[in-house]
């Protein structure tokens, strides 16, 4: 007799994904909503737009001081931001002004 254990749907589709283009995709998109957690309001406001690609997180910055404070720490941020995400997505961040 089979044995069937209840599993929600979101832990179905997480093994479903696990591993797969599709999941990096999926988290690829959740890094810019943790910019401002990571990196807190006031950097947030003089953030622009934020994509992912291929492993390569691009934000515009609008002020050059805090472009070349963020570029200093980009290994940190990097690093917090994947934690948060649960998996290496982002490997660098491209800063564009």
Known sequence: MPNHKAQSIGTLLAEYLRGSEAETTLLERKVP?????????????YTGEMEVKNGTLYVHIQ???????????RH????KLNEKVGSA???DIRLLG
């Not at 002020?63 to 720490?73: D, I, K, V, Y």
Request: proline share 0%; aromatic share 6%; glycine share 4%.
């Open 89 to 91: 997505v982002v490997k």
């Open 63 to 73: 002020s050059a001081a805090l472009r070349q404070q963020l570029f200093e720490q």
């Open 76 to 79: 940190q941020i990097v690093k």
């Open 33 to 45: 909503a943790l910019w401002n957690e990571v990196l807190g309001t006031i950097v947030t406001r």
